[in-house]
Each structure stands twice: as C-alpha cells, then as structure tokens.
C-alpha cells in the first residue's frame, strides 16, 4: 500500500495549518481521468478482439467454459498481463453444463420456432415430448403454489409471467401443483434466455422462455389449447476457472475492480459476449500499468462460466464471504462490463438510482454514486446514455448480494431498438441491439466500433477516477482529495494554507522563533488545537495537498518544531504523536 500522510492543524485565529509528510518511497500521484481515457484506444481493443476471433477459428468456433478455446483465451489474457507487469492467478471450479441436442416447442397456431429452453430444464422424451393443456395461475407471475389458488394445473402445462422471483421458483411451483411442463414468457421486448440456476429434475419440470408476443398468443388458448415440449438434453461436470490480477501499487484496503466474463456460448465465437468487455477490460489493464504509482489498488477480474448462469463470479464472491470476508469488505465498489461493442447499440449505465427502473434486488449503498461516474462523464463530453435495470442479471450480481456498490455498462443484446433509440444513438428500429446474441456470427465483425469507443472512453476515465478517489461512494478520498468527515470538520484547511498573508506569518514565525510555546504563539496554534487534531487520526490522510512551494513553507515549519524544546510535557507528547504520524 502506498499512501501519502497528510495532516491537519486547526489555528487559534481559525486558519489552519496542513501538514505534509516526507514522501513515501512510492507516492501516490492522481491520474488525470480524461487524458487516461484518451489512451484506451479502439486500435488496442481490436488488437485483443483479433485474438480471440483467431482462437475462435482454431477451436471449433467457440470459447465456451471448459473448452480448448476458453483455455486459449485465458492464456492470451495471462501473457498481455504478464508483458504488462502484472501477476496474475487462476481461481478454479468445477461446475456443470448442460448441452441441448435437441429442442422444440409447438402450440397449434402459435409461431414458436425460436422458443428457448431454460438452461438445466429436464429432458422428456426426445421423440414424443410431453403434451397437456395449457393453464395459467391466477397471479401471473407464478412464484409459488398459492398463486395457483382455484386452478388445476394437473397434468398440465403452466404458462407463467417473467418478473419477481427467479425462474427456478416459478417452475417449482408449477411442478408442486402438478404441472407437467412450464412456459415462461418474457416481461420486456425479445426473447426470453432463462436458467433454473442448476440441473435438478426432482424439483423442476422442463420449461421454455418465449417472447412477451408468443406468452400472450399461448395464454389465448387456455381453456381450450394444448402444449408440446420436446428436450434432449445432457449435464456434464467441467473444471473452468477465474483470471485475476491486481495493481502493485494503492491502497489493498479500498480496491477498486472491474470485471467482464471470458467465455463465450458454445454457438459462437462470442466477440461481442463478452470479448468485447474481456478486451476492454484488459487494455486498460495494460494501459493503467503505465500511469504509475496509484492511491486506490485496482483489480481485474476475466469470469469464468458466465454463460453457465453467473457460476465464476458468484464462486469468487462466495469464497470471500467464507474464507476471508475482510477482503470482500475492501472492495469499494464493482464495475461489470459485459457486451460494450452491439452492432445496433445503445449506451446504457445500470440503473442503480432507480430513476428509470425500479430495481428488483437489494441495491447496496454506494451504487447509484458508482452510476453517477459514468453519468457524469458522458454528460461532459455530450454523450447521450439511457439506463437499463439493475437487475442483477450479469457478474455484478454476486457482489451486490454482499452488499458491495456496483455499476457497469452494457450496450444491448436482445432487447428490440426503438425509434427514441435511434435518435439517441442512430442504428435501425425494429431490430434487436445484437441480431448475433449467442448466434455464430458473433465474430470479429459483429462490433460496432463506434460503441466500443465511446464504452472504451468511460471505462478508462472511469477506472482512472475511482483509483484517484473513491470519496463520493464509501468516504474515502484520494491522495490530494478530500475526505468529506475529516476536512469538514477542521474548517477550510486549503482557503487557509494558500493565504500568501499566512505563508508570510509561517515564515516569519520560522525565522524569530527560539522556542517552541514562540513558534507556536507566532503561528497562533495552542496544545488544545494539537492535541484536538491528533483525535481525527489517520482520516486526515486524505485532505487537500499543497503546492511544490506551499509544501516547502509547511515542511519548515515542521522542521522547526522537531529542531525545538517545550516545558509543556503535554503538549510535547502531543507533538511527537503528531510526528510520528508523519515520518514513522
């Protein structure tokens, strides 16, 4: 950790007097976000981008969990990194997978060619399937058995809203009211790509997501239609891991991370999900390297098994909260990136203040400040943004369920673009913001290279910003920052100090002084004020720093009181506290 110590003295006059340590061996020095996000270039993220289509192309298409090209991936990642000076480390962990041989859904007079199957649904028969009548809860959404009160859902298949709890539990409860299948269709534009979170076929039934369209075609034949589901489908166990690596300099105990998942869906070479955000992420890793010291560590994280439901981010958060919740404590905030290059995109910020969507998960404090960086950023360069919900639906979910501030970007997937979309971000209405999501064409040529620069552009300013200080979301400021509490409470510690009428008086009361009550009544400072400031301690580390000139009238001063005597032992002892608190 490298840290400069600064401290302030409240005067008798009510000015006061900051006090700058000798530099540590490494000072901390602010980046300038905006330069910094100047060097996270389109140029540098396609260099990855390139990469990882090329592994791709070696190993059968794809980058998928447990798979040759998810390994090819991951040692591109570790070999940038490692020319870039960082260490990095694998977290291991074995989850399953579930593969789809086959799929179909048929309701008579219903288009369902493009109905999803939940990922871990159980199988039927692959021939015949399963077929009942379609029913409906009387609460739409489902969530358990007494949203079912007065219908019979015996031997049928249950047609449920998305919305309120996870698809698992609508399932569960279709199946304890005996249900023999479950449709679940979605609440917002686009096809609905769901997970039951794990393969467990004596608590669930098989079950399919469909577009908010097709629900509302299926929920037309209750009473008098019927439904066909047909799954084959297998779950194998695999070992995939995490890719993690940190800054060698800042403060390990307010770190800052980002994170982007690595892998890709077994149909596709996943460019845009996610090796735009895992490409993203790692330049400005590489980028950062070359900014010097920093005052907050950062730390990057590649997730593996996103596509599994999640699984590599969650494991990390879980291990934390098990094995060392202290460090899981020092994260000031999470920044999550999954899918910043859409074809048809748009520019959206999770929407932690709920000013768009209310949010249907616990949204810890610190998050809408982590929104506010980006807003804030994209408002001073001009840049239209919208919001899209938080969720919880991406790797930044495992963090807030610990309460730890989160926020990202993410540019579309399957949501359908609007025409108020259009006049924010150009592109075409009517189509979905990624017609490639989880598709084969997901390649090198599926990027928007425009998205990518702008998402680019915040990434880089906002890691630069939040390295410097991350007093807005936990409190705790930068190396020339303030610290809210601290600096408040001392008064107006920088209008004081800059005063030329009171560099004049430090000087003067330098150069007469013999004595160190002289030195101290010359710059109006008392026992009382020393010894009321030594009780902030170490949260006056972060108030506002002096010039080059400012610091060396400071420094004399403080020389002179080291080089005096007092007969105060009082105030004596409460020097040498504030000494030590300075150069040990």
């Given at each position: 950790?490298?840290?400069?110590?600064?401290?302030?003295?409240?005067?008798?006059?009510?000015?006061?007097?900051?006090?700058?340590?000798?530099?540590?061996?490494?000072?901390?020095?602010?980046?300038?976000?905006?330069?910094?996000?100047?060097?996270?270039?389109?140029?540098?993220?396609?260099?990855?981008?390139?990469?990882f289509?090329?592994?791709?192309?070696?190993?059968?298409?794809?980058?998928?969990?447990?798979?040759?090209?998810?390994?090819?991936?991951?040692?591109?990642?570790?070999?940038?990194?490692?020319?870039?000076g960082?260490?990095?480390?694998?977290?291991?962990?074995?989850?399953?997978?579930?593969?789809?041989?086959?799929?179909?859904?048929?309701?008579?007079?219903?288009?369902?060619?493009?109905?999803?199957?939940?990922?871990?649904?159980?199988?039927?028969?692959?021939?015949?399937?399963?077929?009942?009548?379609?029913?409906?809860?009387?609460?739409?959404?489902?969530?358990?058995?007494?949203?079912?009160?007065?219908?019979?859902?015996?031997?049928?298949?249950?047609?449920?809203?998305?919305?309120?709890?996870?698809?698992?539990?609508?399932?569960?409860?279709?199946?304890?009211v005996?249900?023999i299948?479950?449709?679940?269709?979605?609440?917002?534009?686009?096809?609905?790509n769901?997970?039951?979170?794990?393969a467990?076929?004596?608590?669930?039934?098989?079950?399919?997501?469909?577009?908010?369209?097709?629900?509302?075609?299926?929920?037309?034949t209750?009473?008098?239609?019927?439904?066909?589901?047909?799954?084959?489908?297998?779950?194998?166990?695999?070992?995939?891991?995490?890719?993690?690596?940190?800054?060698?300099?800042?403060?390990?105990?307010?770190?800052?991370?980002?994170?982007?998942?690595l892998?890709?869906?077994?149909?596709?070479?996943?460019?845009?999900?996610?090796?735009?955000?895992?490409?993203?992420?790692?330049?400005?890793?590489?980028?950062?390297?070359?900014?010097?010291?920093?005052?907050?560590?950062?730390?990057f994280?590649?997730?593996?098994a996103?596509?599994?439901?999640?699984?590599g981010?969650?494991?990390?958060?879980?291990?934390?909260?098990?094995?060392?919740?202290?460090?899981?404590?020092?994260?000031?905030?999470?920044?999550?990136?999954?899918?910043?290059?859409?074809?048809?995109?748009?520019?959206?910020?999770?929407?932690?203040?709920?000013?768009?969507?209310?949010?249907?998960?616990?949204?810890?404090?610190?998050?809408?400040?982590?929104?506010?960086?980006?807003?804030?950023?994209?408002?001073?360069?001009?840049?239209?943004?919208?919001?899209?919900?938080?969720?919880?639906?991406?790797?930044y979910?495992?963090?807030?369920?610990?309460?730890?501030?989160?926020?990202?970007?993410?540019t579309?997937?399957?949501?359908?673009?609007?025409?108020?979309?259009?006049?924010?971000?150009?592109?075409?209405?009517?189509?979905?913001?990624?017609?490639?999501y989880?598709?084969p064409?997901?390649?090198?040529?599926?990027?928007?290279?425009?998205?990518?620069?702008?998402?680019?552009?915040a990434?880089?300013?906002?890691?630069?910003f939040?390295?410097?200080?991350?007093?807005?979301?936990?409190?705790?400021?930068?190396?020339?920052?303030?610290?809210?509490?601290a600096?408040?409470?001392?008064?107006?510690?920088?209008?004081?100090?800059?005063?030329?009428?009171?560099?004049?008086?430090?000087?003067?009361?330098?150069?007469?002084?013999?004595?160190?009550?002289?030195?101290?009544?010359?710059?109006?400072?008392?026992?009382?004020?020393?010894?009321?400031?030594?009780?902030?301690?170490d949260?006056?580390?972060?108030?506002p720093?002096?010039?080059p000139?400012?610091?060396?009238?400071?420094?004399?001063?403080?020389?002179?009181?080291?080089?005096?005597?007092?007969?105060?032992?009082?105030?004596?002892?409460?020097?040498?506290?504030?000494?030590?608190?300075?150069?040990?």
């Amino acid at each position: 950790m490298h840290k400069r110590t600064t401290l302030a003295v409240a005067l008798g006059t009510g000015v006061a007097l900051l006090v700058v340590a000798p530099a540590a061996p490494a000072t901390a020095a602010e980046i300038d976000p905006s330069a910094f996000a100047d060097t996270v270039t389109v140029e540098g993220i396609t260099q990855h981008l390139d990469a990882f289509q090329s592994i791709a192309d070696q190993n059968d298409g794809n980058r998928a969990a447990g798979t040759s090209g998810y390994e090819a991936s991951a040692q591109y990642v570790e070999s940038v990194l490692a020319g870039a000076g960082y260490t990095s480390e694998r977290q291991y962990f074995s989850t399953a997978s579930q593969t789809v041989n086959s799929a179909s859904l048929t309701v008579p007079g219903v288009d369902l060619a493009d109905a999803v199957p939940m990922e871990f649904t159980p199988s039927t028969d692959p021939v015949t399937g399963i077929t009942g009548p379609v029913v409906a809860p009387a609460d739409p959404l489902g969530c358990t058995t007494d949203a079912w009160a007065g219908v019979d859902a015996t031997g049928a298949v249950a047609v449920i809203s998305r919305g309120e709890c996870a698809f698992s539990e609508k399932v569960a409860a279709a199946k304890q009211v005996g249900a023999i299948g479950a449709i679940i269709y979605n609440n917002e534009a686009g096809p609905l790509n769901g997970t039951l979170g794990g393969a467990d076929d004596a608590a669930y039934v098989p079950a399919f997501g469909v577009t908010p369209e097709q629900g509302a075609a299926i929920l037309a034949t209750v009473g008098t239609g019927t439904a066909t589901l047909a799954i084959d489908q297998f779950i194998t166990t695999i070992e995939t891991f995490n890719i993690l690596a940190e800054t060698p300099t800042g403060r390990d105990d307010n770190t800052v991370m980002l994170g982007a998942h690595l892998d890709s869906v077994p149909e596709g070479p996943g460019i845009n999900d996610n090796g735009s955000g895992s490409a993203a992420i790692l330049e400005t890793a590489v980028q950062l390297a070359k900014a010097g010291d920093l005052n907050n560590q950062v730390r990057f994280a590649w997730w593996g098994a996103e596509e599994i439901g999640l699984v590599g981010s969650y494991y990390y958060t879980d291990d934390l909260a098990a094995n060392n919740p202290d460090e899981l404590d020092e994260i000031a905030t999470y920044l999550n990136f999954d899918m910043v290059g859409s074809p048809n995109y748009v520019i959206s910020i999770y929407d932690a203040d709920e000013s768009t969507f209310p949010a249907p998960v616990e949204v810890p404090a610190g998050a809408p400040e982590t929104e506010d960086v980006f807003t804030d950023y994209f408002d001073s360069i001009g840049q239209p943004y919208i919001d899209t919900a938080f969720d919880g639906r991406s790797d930044y979910d495992g963090f807030i369920s610990y309460g730890v501030p989160a926020s990202g970007l993410f540019t579309g997937a399957d949501d359908v673009k609007t025409e108020e979309e259009v006049a924010l971000f150009g592109g075409t209405a009517g189509i979905t913001h990624d017609p490639n999501y989880h598709q084969p064409g997901d390649d090198i040529d599926n990027i928007n290279d425009e998205a990518l620069g702008i998402s680019a552009g915040a990434i880089a300013y906002a890691t630069a910003f939040l390295a410097n200080d991350t007093s807005s979301i936990n409190g705790v400021g930068g190396p020339t920052g303030p610290s809210a509490e601290a600096c408040e409470a001392i008064g107006d510690v920088v209008q004081a100090v800059k005063s030329p009428s009171f560099r004049m008086k430090a000087l003067k009361a330098i150069g007469e002084a013999e004595t160190l009550d002289e030195l101290m009544a010359g710059l109006g400072i008392t026992g009382d004020d020393v010894r009321g400031v030594l009780a902030y301690g170490d949260e006056l580390s972060s108030c506002p720093g002096l010039t080059p000139s400012e610091a060396a009238a400071v420094d004399g001063i403080w020389q002179k009181i080291k080089s005096l005597q007092t007969d105060d032992e009082s105030l004596s002892e409460a020097y040498s506290a504030l000494r030590d608190k300075l150069v040990g």
